[in-house]
């Protein structure tokens, strides 16, 4: 079974500030691991994914996540951040079978909030 | 994005009521998803279609009852629900296969169980 654990429930940041948003996970098999954005009153949106190949990834707003399998983490980073960039920010993995597609079954975390400031 | 709709935006319903939610997608995908939203808990995926055929019931109450007529439409019948069941109901679509992590995703259904 795999889970998503994303440690911070809220992180208020000034903008124009660094942020880095955690994200830990555990699973049994390869895992592919993305990251949405949920703004106010609206759907998700995938930001970035890392399906294989380089580590970092880049999305889009300027947001960037690195996969580091020996840690199992999957972090979002943003290195100066808009007051746009409020909204909730989830964490999700998904397996593959052996041929590589998906079933489609994201398992998601519990959600960071961005508060970010002037 | 009007990729995905949803209506309503938001329902408050009795617990001896029937109501259905709606989603229609106009990306030509051809998976749909229902997904619920609570209050401090990760976002749970319900219910898969792939080319309206269901694939994938997450142990969902039998008083959710799916309906996928066709790919670009997905239906959510509700009845006798709890309180418990309020929540944000969100709908999404993907390709099939190797790009079915890419959803789309609607709005949401604010739904309120009195």
């Known amino acids: 079974a795999q889970s998503v654990t994303q440690l911070d429930s809220q992180v208020p940041v000034f903008e124009e500030a660094p942020v880095e948003l955690r994200c830990n996970y555990s699973?049994?098999?390869?895992?592919?691991l993305f990251w949405y954005v949920q703004y106010p009153n609206q759907g998700l949106q995938l930001l970035l994914k890392?399906?294989?190949?380089?580590?970092l990834v880049k999305g889009i707003n300027g947001f960037e996540a690195e996969f580091n399998k020996s840690q199992t983490s999957f972090h979002l980073r943003k290195p100066s951040v808009h007051i746009s960039d409020t909204a909730e920010y989830f964490c999700?993995?998904?397996?593959?079978?052996?041929?590589?597609?998906?079933?489609?079954?994201?398992?998601f975390g519990q959600g960071t909030i961005l508060t970010v400031h002037p | 994005e009007t990729g995905v709709t949803q209506t309503p935006r938001h329902l408050v319903m009795g617990m001896t009521n029937k109501k259905s939610l709606k989603c229609e997608q106009h990306?030509?995908?051809?998976?749909m998803y229902w997904y619920k939203q609570s209050a401090k808990k990760p976002l749970e995926l319900m219910f898969v279609?792939?080319?309206?055929?269901?694939?994938e019931n997450n142990s969902v109450p039998s008083r959710f009852s799916p309906e996928c007529p066709n790919s670009s439409h997905l239906f959510l019948h509700l009845h006798t629900l709890q309180p418990e069941d309020s929540a944000l109901y969100l709908c999404?679509?993907?390709?099939?296969?190797?790009?079915?992590?890419?959803?789309?995703f609607g709005p949401g259904t604010r739904l309120t169980v009195l």
């Open positions: 999404a679509s993907s390709r099939q296969r190797e790009d079915a992590d890419t959803q789309y």
């Open positions: 890392y399906l294989s190949g380089s580590t």
């Open positions: 699973s049994s098999v390869s895992v592919y």
């Open positions: 990306l030509g995908h051809n998976a």
């Open positions: 999700a993995v998904s397996d593959r079978n052996a041929g590589g597609t998906s079933y489609g079954k994201l398992t």
């Open positions: 279609y792939n080319f309206k055929e269901q694939t």
